[in-house]
């Protein structure tokens, strides 16, 4: 799937860039390693054979790739409902996220899946793969809450999930702006002052890197986020202006952000989704 040699050095300038971000003293649990994401449809009354093939076949796998050092973690998340969508967006009812380990490049990780092939679910329960893509974290943006004890505690919280697909639009002006309003106000915001003040439980922001398959129809997005809330404590407009501010007091706010978002991105799909935590691996 991934053998090319142009991936190979493409995953290699990706871990690169990584590298030279957590020399700048982000935390590395948020910017280390790329992530591979795959979108997959499922029909719902063979929900349930698919997910006792996953549990039988995949997770023994993953949890494999996890112990040889190539994986970091993983999770899956299942659709809830759809909280918005584009018209004629194709369906899909699964998400599985990987995180990879720093030292592992995109050809290192299919290959490593492609020769367990034989043990895939897809064709039980006539399971159809909509998209796969490799995803390089958000600068300064990425608060993932990847160990068992954070399962632990999203169970007792009953945390819910949120799956933003975010099409920014691919002119290098504004991806850049994008990345800014990213790095320096709204991921700090989440980071530095809603996480540890518990208002939010975690945020999941991944950019594209590249694309490796993608079913007829399927919609083009360049950014994954994945909000982990707290339902005890929905956030106010003015609780997200004031985290924003405190990290950026040049942002102009929640309401100026948002203004600057509304002309460079669309959302092609959200989702309200579950985490399957007996699937996870941490």
């Avoid at 998209?131 to 160990?147: D, F, G, K, M, Q």
Wanted: glycine share 6%.
């Amino acid at each position: 799937m991934c053998s090319s040699s142009l991936l190979f050095a493409f995953g290699l300038l990706l871990l690169a860039t990584s590298t030279a971000v957590q020399s700048r003293g982000v935390s590395p649990k948020s910017e280390f390693g790329l992530y591979v994401t795959e979108a997959i449809d499922v029909p719902d009354l063979n929900r349930e054979s698919y997910v006792s093939c996953v549990r039988q076949h995949r997770l023994p796998f993953w949890l494999g790739l996890k112990r040889s050092g190539t994986l970091q973690d993983s999770s899956t998340y299942e659709l809830i409902s759809i909280y918005d969508s584009a018209p004629g967006v194709p369906h899909w009812n699964f998400l599985f996220v990987f995180h990879l380990t720093p030292g592992t490049t995109p050809q290192d990780y299919f290959q490593r899946t492609q020769s367990s092939r034989n043990e895939s679910c897809e064709d039980l329960g006539r399971a159809r793969i909509m998209r796969i893509e490799v995803l390089r974290p958000t600068h300064n943006s990425n608060y993932p809450r990847a160990t068992s004890d954070d399962n632990r505690k999203a169970v007792e919280s009953n945390v819910e999930y949120v799956v933003e697909y975010i099409a920014v639009r691919s002119t290098p002006e504004d991806l850049t702006a994008y990345r800014e309003i990213m790095s320096s106000s709204l991921g700090p915001a989440v980071g530095r002052v809603l996480i540890p003040k518990g208002m939010t439980f975690g945020l999941t922001a991944l950019e594209t890197a590249s694309v490796e398959y993608a079913a007829e129809g399927m919609p083009s997005w360049n950014q994954i986020h994945i909000n982990a809330t707290l339902p005890a404590h929905h956030l106010t407009a003015e609780e997200r202006d004031a985290a924003i501010r405190h990290v950026n007091s040049k942002s102009g706010g929640n309401a100026q952000i948002a203004e600057r978002l509304e002309a460079i991105r669309t959302k092609p799909r959200v989702d309200n989704v579950k985490q399957l935590y007996d699937l996870a691996v941490r």
